[in-house]
């Protein structure tokens, strides 16, 4: 139905920037929901940013505020995580996903999300 692709991960020293892209493609009619989270060795996914279907409502998890910015290009089908002063405790697997569910309403829960992308490894030094 609908595939989603991660890139953009890397290395970087504490301090430093990554921008992270996420492509759709397949279901790519109707409107939804796009989020962002991350997994670290040893712990549990955890929520990082979700975005509506026009921008227009975002939702960042505490530990990102301030820091992190998402944004969705829809003409591209596609939903970017802007990382500013990355943290080593920052180091994870982040993944994309889509809530087909909503337009609007933005969730933290794993579970309401319905697609998810492979990942994309970002490593922060020291």
């Known amino acids: 139905q609908l595939q989603l692709v991660e890139s953009g991960g890397g290395w970087v020293q504490a301090g430093g920037s990554l921008r992270l892209s996420c492509a759709a493609s397949?279901?790519?009619?109707?409107?939804?929901?796009m989020g962002w989270f991350r997994q670290a060795p040893g712990k549990e996914r955890e929520f990082v940013t979700a975005?509506?279907?026009?921008?227009?409502?975002?939702y960042y998890a505490d530990s990102v505020k301030g820091r992190f910015t998402i944004s969705r290009d829809n003409a591209k089908n596609t939903v970017y995580l802007q990382m500013n002063s990355l943290k080593p405790e920052d180091t994870a697997v982040y993944y994309c996903?889509?809530?087909?569910?909503?337009?609007?309403?933005?969730?933290?829960?794993?579970?309401?999300?319905?697609?998810w992308g492979q990942g994309t490894q970002v490593t922060v030094s020291s």
């Open positions: 975005i509506s279907w026009s921008g227009s409502k975002t």
């Open positions: 996903a889509v809530d087909l569910h909503t337009a609007l309403i933005l969730t933290s829960s794993p579970d309401q999300y319905d697609y």
């Open positions: 397949g279901r790519t009619f109707g409107t939804y929901v």
